[in-house]
C-alpha cells in the first residue's frame, strides 16, 4: 500500500520530529527544563493525533493519548513545584542574615 505524503502525513512528521528532539534533549542535555521537555512531548502527541485521525491506526491512537496525558501530568507537576527549588535572596548588606 502505498499512502501519499499528503499534508496530515507531514503534520505526523512534524509531531515525530517533536518527540524525537525532547527525547534527545532528554539524554544529551546536562539538566532539562521540565516546561519545555513535556510541551514539546505535548504537541508532538498533538500533531501525531492529527495525522491518526486522517490516517487511522487505533494502536497508534491509544499511545498518542498516553504519551499526551504523561505530558500534561509533567507540565501540572512542574507548575506546581516551580518556586519550589529557588535558591534563597541574596542578603540585603544590611546585617540581616
Known sequence: MNTPLDW???VG???TA???GAYA???LAKATNP???HGTNLLGAALLTVSLIYHTNWASMVLEFFWAAIAILGLVRAWR???EAAPPPPPSGRGDL
Open 8 to 10: 496530515p502525513s507531514l
Open 13 to 15: 512528521l512534524a509531531g
Open 18 to 20: 517533536c518527540i524525537i
Open 25 to 27: 534533549y532528554l539524554t
Open 35 to 37: 516546561f519545555l521537555l
Open 81 to 83: 513545584s516551580r518556586g
